[in-house]
């Protein structure tokens, strides 16, 4: 399957600090999915990207995808307590699996 | 509304017995992915079904097995059990197609003694 690396592995901010996550491939990804997983939770749907250079927004949280569709990139504009939780991306394949990347945990102190 | 619901929440087992993990997705998805996430790791794919059928194999040991029922709940059987089965198995259900969001049930916790 499609795989990703994202950097960096761990991010300690305070709160009201921002944060961003990288998602990088080598090949061109269809689409991109994001997920959160809080501790002891379940990842939960975030988003999706598939359209070239697209840009997302939820309240606080920016998602983009690269012109070239080989990256991604998820920002959180002051963050907050709840953001904390560890945050993945996921390319699907042609069979819709998710190929999660190592995930950015987050960790924020206020 | 209505969840993924896993059962059990826990298990224990020892090294060589078996176990059965069960799914049961949100009514109307039609696909069922089941994933390994062992500690601080991220979650691995190991299988789906579509409509009953397996329809994508990830990185499933050959004594692990699943099938999808007529109900569409699923149950993922594990034998032989080893300690680095030890880890939380997600089940997640969506609707078919190209970007559809999975969603994840709260998984089940395996731990080997």
């Known amino acids: 399957g499609q795989q990703v690396m994202q950097i960096p592995q761990y991010q300690h901010v305070q709160e009201g600090e921002d944060f961003t996550t990288y998602c990088n491939s080598s090949?061109?990804?269809?689409?991109i999915q994001w997920y959160k997983q809080r501790p002891g939770g379940h990842p939960v749907f975030l988003i999706q990207?598939?359209?070239?250079?697209e840009v997302k927004k939820q309240k606080r949280l920016t998602f983009q995808f690269g012109e070239a569709k080989k990256n991604s990139s998820l920002h959180i504009t002051a963050t907050q307590t709840t953001d904390v939780g560890t945050y993945f991306c996921?390319?699907?394949?042609?069979?819709?699996?998710?190929?999660f990347g190592k995930g950015t945990s987050l960790l924020v102190t206020p | 509304a209505a969840g993924v619901i896993q059962s059990p929440r826990h298990l224990i087992k020892e090294k060589r017995e078996t176990a059965t993990l069960k799914c049961y997705p949100i009514?109307?998805?039609?696909?069922v992915y089941w994933y390994q996430q062992g500690p601080g790791q991220d979650p691995q794919f190991l299988i789906s079904?579509?409509?009953?059928?397996?329809?994508d194999k990830g990185s499933i040991p050959d004594r692990f097995s699943a099938q999808q029922f007529s109900d569409y709940h699923s149950e993922l059987n594990m034998s032989s059990l080893e300690l680095g089965d030890s880890a939380l198995y997600f089940c997640?259900?969506?609707?078919?197609?190209?970007?559809?969001?999975?969603?994840f049930g709260d998984g089940t916790r395996l731990s080997i003694l």
């Open positions: 079904f579509y409509e009953k059928m397996q329809s």
């Open positions: 997640a259900s969506s609707r078919t197609g190209p970007g559809q969001p999975q969603h």
């Open positions: 090949t061109t990804l269809s689409n």
């Open positions: 996921a390319p699907s394949d042609s069979g819709y699996a998710l190929n």
């Open positions: 990207l598939v359209k070239s250079g």
């Open positions: 009514p109307r998805h039609d696909t």
